[in-house]
C-alpha cells in the first residue's frame, strides 16, 4: 500500500507539473496567469499626535488608519514576489484588507516608502529602542529622512515615491475589503525603488445630514487587523501578472547642471536628466543613482516622467565638500524591475560662499554720547527720545521690551547731552522716533505741543513730510499700555501715569537729494510761558538709494469686513506699505454687499458697472495718487468665487465627499465661466499689477450648528483631511481653465492666482503641483520648510506665511521680526489672520486691531480720518522696509536669498519661538515671538546695510520683484 500511494503522489505531482506547465504556456501566449497572493511579512501603524508619536505598534494585533493622525506602514517579500513574477509584469493589483472594528474602510491610498524602516516589537505605541514611529524609521537613532525629518518626508509623492487612491469595496461577510493599488507602486517595491509601503484613510472626517441637523466625526478609527493577529487575517496583496518583459529601457540622456547649482548652500547641487523610453511594455518607472560609485539615498532620487520628460534631483544633506566634483551615474529602471546602462555626469556642487552682510555698529548708544547725562525738560517734565517701537508703560515706566541703565540719555537715536536726535534714511522711506514725556502730572504732559520742521535748501528737492501723533492707552491685562497712535487733538486719556509718548513720523520724498538735512523739535506747553518749550536738533541723513514703490515683501493685513469707510482703511494700509485683502463672502456661502459683479446665470456673464466704480481705485492706483507710493494698485485681492458663488451649493451639491463627483457639470461650467469672465475683464480695464486671488475660505465646521450655517461641506482653509484637499484641486482646476480660455491678447495680462491656505502642507501630496499659485502656509513651513520651499522653486508658487501678531502686553518688535524672519527662510510676504478692529478695541487690549476705527469721525488734519493705526501697524512697515534694504543688498551683490537670510539671522540672533495665542478660533493660527530681540540691534544692522547701499548707489527702481507665476495647464 505504501508503495502504490508513492507512486500514484509521484505521478499526481508530474501531472500537476505538467498542467502547470501547460497554464504558464497558455498564459504566455494569452498575456493571462493566475493571481500571485504575497503575504504581508511586517507590518505597524504609527501616530502624529503628541506622545504617540514616538511610540510604536509593530506587534499589534490590529492596524489601524484614522487620516492624518495615524496610518499603516507594511511590507511584502519583495525576493519571493519577484520569483514569482519571473520578470513579467504587474498587469493589476489590490491590497486585502480585514476590518477589525466598527467602521469600515472608505477611500485608502497606497504608497511607496522611501526609506527602509525596521517593524518593532511595540504595542500601544510603546517608546522603546528598534522600531518604526512617526518621528523615526528606527527608534531612537534613525530618522526618516537624511535631514532628520519624520515620515511625511518619504511618503506620498515625497522622497522619490508614488501613490495612488482607490475606492475601498464593501465589507464581506467576513469583513475583507479589497482596495486597488496602482500597478507601478508595487513594481516600485519589486524593482527596489521603495521600502514598503504606507496605508492611509483619504476620507478622514465623516458627516451625516437630516434636514437641518448635521452630525460631524473627526477622523473615526478605523482598525484592520495585522499578520499579528493571524495569517487567517492577515494583509495581503494579489497580483495579476501582466505580459512578459527582460528588456530594459535606454540609459538616461540630456544630463545637465541646474544653473541655479551655483548659489545654492555650499555642497548642494541640482542635477537633470531625459526619461528614456523602455524597450519593452512595462515602462520607466524610476532610477537608480550613485554619487562617486556610491548609492545615493532613496528618497532624493525621483520617479521617471513620461518618455522625453525632464526630471530633476536635488543633492542636499550628502555632507559634500563644497565645490568638489563629483560623478553622477544614473541607470533607468523598468516596471518589470530591469535595470539599464548608466549615464554619467561629472560635475561640481556649489561651493558657494556668502558675501558677509556689512557689520552692524555696536548695539546701544551712538559712539560718544554721554549715558549719564541729565535729560531736558518743559517745564516739570523730562524729555527722552527712544526707538518707536519701544514700549513703555505708562503707570511704571518700564520698557517691554528692558533696556539698559543709560539707555534714556543715549541710545541709537537719542543723545541727551547734545539734545540732539539723529535719523537715517533712503529716499522714500518712513523713520520715526518716540518722544517720551516723564514725570510731572498728566495734565502736564498733555499741554505740551510738538513741532518738527526740516530745511531744505534750494534744488535739494521736496523737504521731508512730517505727521505727529500721541501714543494712546488701551486697557489690558498688564493695566494701561499704548497702542494706536492718535492724532495730537484727539482726546487725552483719563489716566494719570508717569510717562506720555508722542509719535513723530518723517517721511523722505523720491526726488530729495542725499545728503544732510537739519531740522528743530520743539516742544512747547500750551499756555505757559515763553519759557516752558524746548528745542532739540534733528540730523536727517538721506542715504543715495530709494526704495521701489512697489513691495518686494508682502505684509498682507487679512480681514473678513471692513466698516462702510472701507477706502480709508486700504489707504492707511498702503501708507504704510502694508495691504488690506478683505475676503467678500462668509462662512454661510452670502457675499458681502456689493463686493460682487452681478451675475447672469443664462448668459453666463457679469454687470461690472457699480462693481467697478467702488473698486475700481483700488485696482488702478488712482485711490492712492496722493499718497507716498502713488498710483500703485493693491497688491492683492479677494475675488469673490467660492463653493456658494456664483452658483449656489442648494440644489447641486449631491452630498459626496469627493468635489469631482459632487457636483453637475453646469455647476463646474458656471466656475469656469465667471473665471474666464473675470480675466477678460481685468485685462480689458488693463488691471495687470495686482495678484487677484482666486480663494476658497469656508470650512465644514460651521456647519456643527446646522447644515446652512456653512455652505462648504470640506475644510478648504487649512484642510486636514484628503477630500479637503482633493475639492481644492477641483476648484483650482476650473479656475485655471477660465482663465487660460481668455482671448489672447498681447501683453501679459492680469495676475489671476489660485490660493490656498494651507496650515498642514506635509499631507498636500502633490494634489496641488501645477495648480497652486498663492502658497499661505501656517508654523509647518518652519518644520517642512525642504517640502515648501522646493515646491516654490520648481513650481513657481508665491509662499506666505500666516499666523498672529503681538499682543498688546507683548514687544512690539514681533512684526519686523517675523518679516525679516519669514524673508530670511525665503518666504514672499506674512498674513496677520485678522487685523481690523472696532469699537470694543479702545476698550480692552485687542491683539487682532491693527486698524482701529476713529470714534470720533473724522480728525482734521489727520490723513486717514477715518481710521487709526496702532503702532503695530507701523511695526510691520518697519519690517518690511527693512526687507527693502535686504532685497536691495541681495541684488547689488547678487547673493542667494538664503545666504543673506542665514547672516540676518545670525546678526539679530533671530531664534522665534511659535506659541499658541489662546485665540477661541476653529485652529489658532499661532505666532511667532522674538523674545531678544532689540530695537537698537535692528537699527545697527540697518546703519550698516543703509551705508553700503549709498556706496553702491543701485539705480532707483519702482519694482524689485516681479510676482508673475507660470501659466497653469489643469
Known amino acids: 500500500m505504501r508503495r502504490i500511494f508513492l507512486r500514484s503522489s509521484l505521478c499526481g505531482l508530474l501531472w500537476l507539473i505538467v498542467l502547470a506547465c501547460s497554464a504558464s504556456a497558455r498564459a504566455q501566449t494569452t498575456g493571462h496567469a493566475r493571481p500571485i497572493r504575497l503575504d504581508a511579512t511586517r507590518d505597524t501603524w504609527v501616530s502624529e499626535v503628541g506622545r504617540e508619536a514616538d511610540g510604536n505598534n509593530g506587534a499589534a494585533s490590529r492596524l489601524k488608519l484614522k487620516s492624518i493622525q495615524e496610518m499603516t506602514l507594511l511590507d511584502i517579500d519583495a525576493d519571493a514576489a519577484r520569483a514569482a513574477l519571473r520578470g513579467r509584469t504587474i498587469r493589476s493589483a489590490t491590497l486585502h484588507l480585514r476590518k477589525a472594528g466598527d467602521d469600515r474602510l472608505w477611500r485608502v491610498t497606497v504608497s511607496g516608502v522611501g526609506a527602509e524602516w525596521f517593524e518593532g516589537k511595540g504595542t500601544n505605541y510603546a517608546v522603546e529602542p528598534g522600531g518604526a514611529t512617526f518621528h523615526r524609521r528606527r527608534h531612537p537613532d534613525l530618522p526618516w529622512s537624511i535631514e532628520g525629518g519624520d515620515l511625511c518626508h518619504v511618503v506620498l509623492g515625497n522622497g522619490g515615491t508614488s501613490w495612488q487612491m482607490a475606492d475601498a469595496s464593501t465589507p464581506d461577510q467576513d469583513g475583507w475589503q479589497v482596495v486597488s493599488v496602482d500597478p507601478k507602486v508595487v513594481a516600485a517595491r519589486l524593482a527596489g525603488l521603495s521600502h514598503g509601503f504606507l496605508v492611509f484613510d483619504d476620507t478622514g472626517s465623516e458627516w451625516t445630514r437630516r434636514g437641518e441637523s448635521f452630525d460631524f466625526r473627526l477622523f473615526p478609527n478605523r482598525f484592520v487587523f495585522s499578520r499579528d493577529q493571524n495569517r487567517a487575517s492577515a494583509p495581503y496583496f494579489e497580483l495579476e501578472p501582466g505580459p512578459e518583459d527582460r528588456r530594459p529601457p535606454s540609459a538616461p540622456s540630456g544630463l545637465y547642471v541646474d544653473p541655479r547649482t551655483a548659489q545654492m548652500p555650499p555642497g548642494e547641487a541640482r542635477v537633470g536628466w531625459v526619461t528614456p ?39 542636499y544633506g550628502l555632507n559634500l565638500a563644497p565645490g568638489s566634483t563629483a560623478r553622477l551615474a544614473i541607470r533607468a529602471v523598468d516596471a518589470a524591475g530591469n535595470v539599464g546602462p548608466a549615464a554619467t555626469l561629472d560635475f561640481r556642487v556649489s561651493g558657494h560662499r556668502p558675501a558677509p552682510l556689512p557689520a552692524p555698529k555696536v548695539a546701544g548708544s551712538r559712539p560718544g554720547s554721554s549715558t549719564t547725562a541729565a535729560l531736558p525738560r518743559v517745564g516739570p517734565v523730562e524729555v527722552v527720545v527712544v526707538d518707536e517701537l519701544d514700549k513703555v508703560h505708562p503707570d511704571t515706566g518700564a520698557f517691554i521690551p528692558a533696556q539698559p ?17 539723529t535719523l537715517h534714511a533712503a529716499r522714500n522711506e518712513f523713520v520715526a522716533f518716540q518722544v517720551l514725556l516723564r514725570g510731572g502730572t498728566a495734565r502736564d504732559r498733555d499741554r505740551i505741543v510738538p513741532e518738527l520742521t526740516f530745511d531744505a535748501p534750494p534744488g535739494a528737492g521736496r523737504p521731508p513730510s512730517v505727521e505727529l501723533g500721541r501714543y494712546h492707552p488701551v486697557p489690558s491685562k498688564s493695566g494701561p499700555l499704548p497702542d494706536p497712535i492718535v492724532p495730537l487733538d484727539f482726546p487725552a486719556a483719563s489716566s494719570g501715569g508717569l510717562a506720555t509718548g508722542l509719535h513723530a513720523e518723517v517721511y523722505v520724498p523720491h526726488d530729495l537729494l542725499a545728503g544732510e538735512y537739519r531740522g528743530t523739535l520743539t516742544l512747547r506747553a500750551r499756555g505757559s510761558s515763553a519759557g516752558e518749550s524746548l528745542r532739540l536738533s534733528v540730523v536727517l541723513r538721506v542715504w543715495d538709494f530709494t526704495l521701489p514703490d512697489h513691495l518686494s515683501f508682502i505684509p498682507e493685513m487679512n480681514s473678513y469686513d471692513l466698516p462702510e469707510n472701507e477706502r480709508d482703511y486700504y489707504r492707511l494700509a498702503h501708507r504704510h506699505r502694508t495691504v488690506i485683502d478683505r475676503l467678500p463672502y462668509h462662512q454661510n456661502g452670502h457675499v458681502s454687499d456689493g463686493c460682487v459683479p452681478r451675475w447672469d446665470p443664462r448668459q453666463r456673464s457679469f454687470d461690472w458697472t457699480a462693481w467697478d466704480r467702488r473698486f475700481g481705485p483700488l485696482l488702478d492706483g488712482s485711490a492712492f495718487a496722493d499718497l507716498p507710493r502713488k498710483g500703485v494698485p493693491v497688491d492683492v485681492f479677494y475675488l469673490a468665487l467660492h463653493e456658494n458663488w456664483p452658483t449656489p451649493m442648494e440644489g447641486n451639491y449631491n452630498g459626496n465627499y469627493w468635489a469631482d463627483r459632487a457636483f453637475p457639470d453646469s455647476y463646474r461650467e458656471a466656475f469656469v465661466a465667471a473665471s474666464r469672465a473675470m480675466a477678460e475683464h481685468f485685462r480689458a480695464r488693463g488691471w495687470n499689477e495686482t495678484l487677484f486671488e482666486g480663494f476658497l475660505n469656508n470650512k465644514v465646521d460651521f456647519k456643527r450648528n446646522g447644515w446652512s450655517r456653512g455652505s462648504s461641506p470640506w475644510l478648504l482653509d487649512e484642510p486636514a483631511s484628503f477630500q479637503d484637499y482633493w475639492a481644492l484641486r477641483y476648484y483650482a482646476r476650473a479656475f485655471h481653465e477660465g482663465v487660460n480660455g481668455t482671448k489672447s491678447a498681447p501683453g501679459p495680462g492680469p495676475r489671476m492666482v489660485f490660493r490656498a491656505d494651507i496650515s498642514r502642507p506635509q499631507w498636500r501630496r502633490d494634489s496641488l503641483d501645477g495648480l497652486l499659485d498663492y502658497h499661505v502656509v501656517g508654523g509647518a513651513v518652519r518644520k517642512y520648510p525642504r517640502m515648501v520651499f522646493d515646491r516654490k522653486a520648481t513650481l513657481g508658487e508665491i509662499v506666505l506665511e500666516y499666523g498672529s501678531t503681538n499682543p498688546v502686553e507683548g514687544s512690539n518688535l514681533q512684526p519686523v521680526g517675523w518679516c525679516l524672519d519669514a524673508w530670511s527662510m525665503g518666504t514672499d510676504g506674512i498674513v496677520p489672520w485678522q ?15 491693527l486698524f482701529y476705527p476713529n470714534p470720533s469721525g473724522a480728525a482734521a488734519g489727520h490723513r486717514s480720518a477715518g481710521v487709526i493705526p496702532s503702532v503695530r501697524l507701523k511695526a510691520y512697515r518697519r519690517g518690511q522696509q527693512d526687507v527693502e534694504y535686504l532685497t536691495l543688498w541681495s541684488q547689488v551683490h547678487n547673493e542667494p536669498r538664503w545666504a543673506v537670510g542665514s547672516g540676518v539671522r545670525a546678526a539679530l540672533k533671530l531664534s522665534g519661538e511659535r506659541h499658541g495665542t489662546g485665540q477661541a478660533v476653529a485652529e489658532d493660527a499661532g505666532r511667532i515671538d522674538y523674545a531678544r530681540l532689540r530695537p537698537q540691534d535692528l537699527a545697527a544692522l540697518r546703519m ?18 516681479d510676482f508673475r507665476t507660470p501659466r497653469r495647464l489643469p
Open 944 to 961: 550698516a546695510l543703509g551705508e553700503s547701499l549709498s556706496q553702491a548707489r543701485p539705480t532707483p527702481a519702482r519694482k524689485l520683484v
Open 277 to 315: 523610453r523602455d524597450a519593452g511594455p512595462a515602462g520607466t518607472l524610476g532610477f537608480l543613482a550613485e554619487l562617486g560609485g556610491r548609492p545615493l539615498p532613496r528618497e532624493l532620487i525621483p520617479m521617471a516622467g513620461a518618455p522625453g520628460a525632464r526630471v530633476q534631483m536635488a543633492l
Open 835 to 849: 487685523t481690523i478692529g472696532n469699537a470694543d478695541s479702545w476698550k480692552r487690549a485687542d491683539e487682532l486691531s
Open 405 to 421: 541703565d543709560g539707555y534714556l540719555a543715549a541710545n541709537h537715536l537719542w543723545s541727551a547731552a547734545d539734545r540732539r536726535i
